[in-house]
């Protein structure tokens, strides 16, 4: 049995999606979710589907490795990033090599890195008079939005559109592929 723990920073919309997509499957399991804010909307999303939950804090997340037999204790095989905002320390990324996954709502390389996250992205896209923008799936290293990247995908940016409609059309296909493609991942290492 794959088992996931999905970190997460805020609303927890995608971390939705994913428990449900794997809610009956056969081998693979949402087991935890990890959060850096006590209050996140996300560790109620948790309670609601009997999810056990973690929240930790900043300097034991930084400078300690505690984290790892939390994990361990829950047998977490793979980590999912869905708007987790702290960048990953070393002796996570070493101990989860290749079994680290985030979304981005951009095309990376473009809008990425520190400070870029949820609507930052969406406001830059709009100013930039870009005509297209997406999603990325990508592998996580020790460098904000740098891991290899697995997945992207696209939609239009109109004259029409301002950062809230960006957002929407972006969280649409975040919520269509990051389920799918973490399964794609899981069944094919
Ligand atoms: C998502 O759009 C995700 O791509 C983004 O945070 C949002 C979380 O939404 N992540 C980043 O910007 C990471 N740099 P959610 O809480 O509704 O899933």
Known sequence: MHKIAIFASGRGSNAEKIIKYFQQHPTIKVQLIVSNKA??????????????????????????????????????????????LWLIPSYLVHAFSGRIVNIHPSLLPKYGGKGMYGMKVHEAVFESKDQETGITIHHVNEHYDEGSIIFQAKCAVTPLDTPVTIAQKVQLLEHQYFPVIIENMLLTT
């Open 39 to 84: 209050d996140a909307p996300v560790l109620q999303l948790a309670e609601k589907f009997g999810i056990s939950s973690l929240v930790i804090h900043k300097a034991r997340f930084l400078q300690t490795n505690d984290l790892l037999d939390e994990l361990e204790s829950f047998k977490i095989n793979f980590i999912v990033l869905a708007g987790f």
